[in-house]
């Protein structure tokens, strides 16, 4: 088990890492007199997740415990509105501890349902995909959807600490790991200036690799955001591949044939490589590299001539954006990312255009 600061927050990452669960609450608890501690689980999910929770963790038997559908879907205020009366009806207070745990979405919606009761309760994060370990487990970012615009009601507020522990990841399907790697893999092009699609490969056949990838991407998130809570600066990197990945999602949410983030993002990085070669010299040879690697594990994201323009709306109205400008996160190289590039809906448009068509189909 490894221990990573970030800022105030405390993350305990590895096999073990929720034996130190108990802890944590029985410490907060003592140092806070009449406190208590709640924990919200992902609806779905809880058959699964729960009694791995309470073996690590039995004092929590005694908790009083609330379930949230959490799925993309159902990523909106209106969610949250009846677990709010719920919270009120049961007189939580601001020294109520919330115990967050689930997926991705849950963990945006729990911490962003915390920060606004009562103007913030403290929460502790358990991320049980690998997407959510991955993605949510550093940063401290929470959020909500409006309409078809992903996380675009939202706070920065860390939680107290995040207990990423493997042994959920038991209770995972093969295509919710797959959406994981896809934000472990997003952490290598940013980070790692000696990255190679051949190796990067491991990360979806060799499970020990994997950990190490794991480890490798809360660690450099960490650090990012302890240089950059409020994504003003180099924070803004951690959204290669989203800025075309959200923009997947929302259709494919639309259409109703919903795909996963991280199969969203997948999709959104090659985008945003071939945009790279364009603007800032990437390589056409390592696009093609890692497209040949995206299109194996992945797939391909198919949409009409006609989604273009909902796909450029998407894009227009994302939170990161100013303007009618779009800033993609590009790369010059690997572990070299521009950030601060404005890209004109037209280049945009063009992108889209550019991919292999087949039947009047687009291929991402």
Request: one cysteine or more; charged letters at 25%; a positive charge.
């Amino acid at each position: 088990m490894k221990t990573i600061k970030d800022q105030d927050c405390t993350i305990y990452a590895g096999e073990g890492s929720l034996s130190q669960l108990q802890g944590e609450v029985a410490r907060y608890l003592a140092a806070e007199p009449d406190a208590t501690c709640v924990v919200l689980c992902e609806q779905a999910a809880a058959k699964k997740i729960f009694p791995v929770l309470l073996r690590a963790c039995p004092s929590l038997r005694r908790c009083k415990r609330y379930f949230l559908p959490a799925t993309e879907a159902q990523k909106h205020i209106e969610t949250l509105l009846p677990l709010w009366k719920q919270w009120a009806d049961d007189k939580l207070d601001r020294k109520t501890l919330v115990i967050n745990l689930g997926g991705g979405v849950l963990c945006d919606m729990g911490g962003f349902a915390a920060s606004l009761f009562k103007r913030g309760l403290p929460f502790i994060n358990i991320p049980t995909t690998l997407l959510a370990m991955a993605d949510a487990s550093a940063g401290g970012k929470t959020a909500v959807d409006l309409g078809e615009i992903k996380n675009i009601l939202g706070s920065f507020n860390r939680p107290r600490a995040v207990f990423v522990d493997p042994v959920f990841l038991k209770t995972l399907p093969a295509r919710e790991m797959l959406s994981g790697m896809a934000e472990i893999l997003k952490m290598q092009c940013i980070c790692r200036t000696d990255f190679s699609v051949q190796r990067a490969e491991k990360i979806f056949t060799d499970p020990e690799y994997l950990n190490e990838a794991l480890l490798f991407a809360i660690k450099n998130k960490a650090l990012i955001t302890q240089q950059d809570f409020k994504e003003e600066n180099i924070r803004k990197t951690l959204n290669f591949g989203h800025t075309f990945g959200h923009a997947f999602e929302a259709l494919a949410l639309r259409k109703k044939h919903p795909i996963s983030h991280g199969e969203a993002v997948a999709h959104g990085m090659v985008c945003e490589l071939y945009l790279s070669c364009r603007k800032c010299g990437f390589t056409r040879a390592r696009f093609e590299s890692f497209a040949r690697l995206i299109n194996a594990r992945y797939g391909s994201f198919t949409y009409t001539e006609k989604d273009i323009p909902a796909l450029l709306n998407y894009m227009v109205n994302d939170k990161k954006n100013k303007g009618r400008k779009i800033y993609p996160v590009l790369l010059s190289d690997w572990g070299k990312c521009v950030f601060d590039k404005a890209v004109f809906p037209l280049v945009i448009e063009k992108t889209l255009h550019d991919n292999t068509k087949k039947n009047g189909r687009y291929n991402a």
